[in-house]
């Protein structure tokens, strides 16, 4: 059985690893980059993905960024995160009851026409996103709408063209982006 000191040590040795981890995630001061954290490791987004092939942002996390080797990879941490969150909800929808929702938005971006990889993404709402922080900038050509519609822009900040409304509502995908939009998207909102 450990004793007190022992148990003290490991608590703090782990909430020193966290906050370690958690200040690699900051964005840069200016904004310009996203640093993510990989396999333990920060990577600057802006410069190179390395062997990353997928990223995510959830912002509910204090604007935590990590990447992984594989979509499959991500979609297990995602899960983590949602029962991490809503752990009520995570429980009712595992237990075959309805739970109550609320729209929680996120949008999946494809560097590759046909949901291929490497993939972006992006959660959080009621905000625009710009992608060049995430050295994502004018790469999309596929995407996957969540639950909540999404705005995709030509520029940064939402401004310039927007990518038709009516083919980003919940739920919408495109393996390929109509024409003039591949490789076109520089920001996102989610509703």
Do not use: H
């Not at 040795?13 to 200016?30: F, H, R």
């Not at 909800?89 to 929680?104: I, N, P, Q, R, Y």
């Not at 940064?156 to 591949?182: F, K, R, V």
């Amino acid at each position: 059985m450990a004793g007190p000191r022992r148990k003290l040590s490991v608590f703090v040795l782990v909430a020193g690893l966290l906050v370690a981890a958690t200040s690699a995630l900051e964005p840069s001061e200016d904004g310009s980059a996203v640093n993510a954290v990989f396999e333990g490791q920060p990577i600057d987004l802006t410069q190179d993905w390395g062997e990353a092939q997928a990223c995510l942002y959830w912002p509910e996390a204090t604007n935590l960024v990590e990447c992984f080797r594989s979509e499959a990879e991500m979609d297990r941490r995602l899960g983590e995160l949602r029962a991490e969150q809503n752990p009520v909800a995570v429980k009712l929808s595992f237990g075959g009851a309805a739970a109550a929702s609320t729209c929680s938005g996120y949008v999946r971006l494809y560097d590759g026409t046909g949901y291929g990889t490497p993939v972006l993404y992006l959660a959080g709402r009621f905000q625009w996103i710009n992608l060049s922080p995430f050295g994502w900038d004018q790469r999309t050509s596929s995407y996957k709408i969540g639950p909540c519609s999404a705005y995709f822009a030509d520029y940064t900040n939402g401004g310039g063209a927007w990518y038709p409304t009516s083919l980003t509502q919940a739920y919408d995908q495109a393996s390929s982006m109509i024409s003039g939009w591949n490789n076109d998207v520089s920001s996102v909102y989610i509703t």
